[in-house]
């Protein structure tokens, strides 16, 4: 590879958009987990209506040699999301993701948003280490989010097992504070993750009369890719626990699915009175905290699995505040179901 100095970090333009999915194919051939990857007319779209920024690093030659993308899921989002980071192996060990990153970060600084989300592979510790190097920290682990399919030309992953990945929160603006309600049992470990990481919140006292409705409500999105699902819940009501673990025993059982994960908004105290009401057979377990993008707030992630072999020996973590994470969430993992 050329001096680093060589290298040119710009954004991808709509007819580009062949650009992304040849690097894809490069490093992942079909396996990649999201389908828009694959095609040219839905990343040219994206780019056109400001939903994606897709940085890559060229050499003045016109080669290319990897690329990370910053996606917005709704414009009135203050939280910017990185990811599908590819670099060829040709680039690798040239601190290219880094320097894709750090573009990224001063673009996103630049238009306002407050922060940017990711989620850094835990078979190895590179991107963490790159991450925590731009002063982003982790605020979650979602062991075995990537599944079994997925082939990385980069991998260290022969057996094919899932894998699990690090959320992070680079914080790039200042904002206004948002009360966060949180379970007793939570509480310590999210305290933490708030304090290291610089997330636009801090945790409230639940107001004493609350009254929280009779019904839970939710909706599912599958990820047949992940062979998982998210549970959303927008409001918790009296019947959570039956109303989750009736979709978590469908989705697992029915729909065969291996994880199963559930997202609960912090910006209600239902969120801390109906999490403090379960009991020890609760299927969940801690998984993060990271921002919602479909409620401008944040959610307590939690993370249940179906007779998966999470290899938990072999996550790697790149700092200190990591391993307590990791530690953490490890000793809080229910059996599986």
Do not use: C
Not at 34 to 43: D, R
Not at 75 to 98: K, N, P
């Amino acid at each position: 590879m050329s001096e680093e100095s060589d290298v040119v970090i710009r954004f991808l333009e709509p007819h580009e958009s062949e650009i992304l999915v040849e690097l894809i194919r490069e490093s992942y051939g079909d396996s990649y987990d999201a389908e828009w990857v694959y095609e040219p007319h839905t990343i040219a779209d994206r780019i056109r209506n400001n939903t994606l920024r897709s940085a890559i690093g060229q050499l003045a030659d016109g080669t290319i040699l990897g690329h990370m993308a910053l996606m917005v899921e709704e414009s009135a989002e203050r939280v910017v999301h990185a990811g599908v980071a590819v670099v060829r192996d040709t680039a690798r060990g040239h601190h290219l993701f880094e320097k894709l990153k750090r573009f990224g970060s001063q673009w996103a600084t630049e238009a306002g948003y407050l922060g940017i989300f990711s989620e850094a592979t835990a078979a190895h510790p590179y991107s963490q280490k790159a991450n925590i190097k731009l002063g982003a920290h982790e605020t979650g682990i979602l062991l075995g989010w990537i599944p079994d399919t997925v082939h990385n030309s980069a991998a260290v992953n022969p057996d094919g097992y899932r894998q699990s990945v690090v959320l992070f929160y680079l914080k790039l603006n200042h904002g206004d504070l948002r009360d966060m309600y949180v379970p007793k049992k939570y509480y310590e470990i999210v305290n933490k993750i708030l304090e290291v990481s610089g997330l636009h919140a801090v945790i409230g006292q639940g107001p004493t009369n609350v009254t929280v409705p009779n019904e839970t409500i939710f909706s599912i999105e599958e990820k047949a890719d992940h062979n998982s699902a998210i549970i959303h819940v927008t409001e918790p009501g009296r019947d959570f626990t039956e109303a989750v673990e009736r979709a978590r025993i469908t989705l697992m059982r029915n729909e065969r699915r291996d994880a199963v994960y559930l997202d609960l908004p912090l910006d209600l105290p239902h969120t801390e009175i109906v999490l403090n009401n379960q009991g020890s057979d609760f299927a969940f377990s801690f998984a993060g905290v990271f921002p919602n993008q479909l409620r401008h707030g944040d959610v307590l992630r939690l993370q249940a699995f179906s007779g998966v072999d999470l290899h938990s020996a072999d996550i790697v973590t790149a700092s200190d505040h990591g391993r307590e994470l990791l530690a953490y969430v490890l000793a809080d993992l229910r059996p599986a179901r």
